[in-house]
């Protein structure tokens, strides 16, 4: 019984440790705003934007613009295959453009459509 019981708290423990899948929004949806489909990926390897480091960053209108007010890694592993260093991804945003910067107040990535 006591090997039976300590199986069972091992492998909770072990389910336990798996952390859960990240969520691919940000921000909270605010019905009453207009929300827009754009481009988003890294502004410097996707969007050739000037910088050193990976930075979110939206194509709107055929003009690219970084991000404030979600990080890049929020919503995954931004190296991943499928990550925003390695693929532009659609997704539908609210927010607006101020001083050449997008500031994001809700952020959600559309189904990636080579996984479905």
Known sequence: MK???GLLCISFLSLSAFPQEKTH?????DPKK?????EAACGQCQLKLPGKNCDLAV???GKAYFVDGIHIDSLGDAHANDGFCNAIRKAKVQGE???????ATYFMLEADKKKN
């Open 3 to 5: 090997k039976l019981l």
């Open 97 to 103: 453009v101020v001083n050449d910067r997008f500031k």
């Open 59 to 61: 194509r709107i209108n």
């Open 25 to 29: 929004s940000a921000g909270k949806l």
């Open 34 to 38: 207009e929300t827009q489909t754009v």
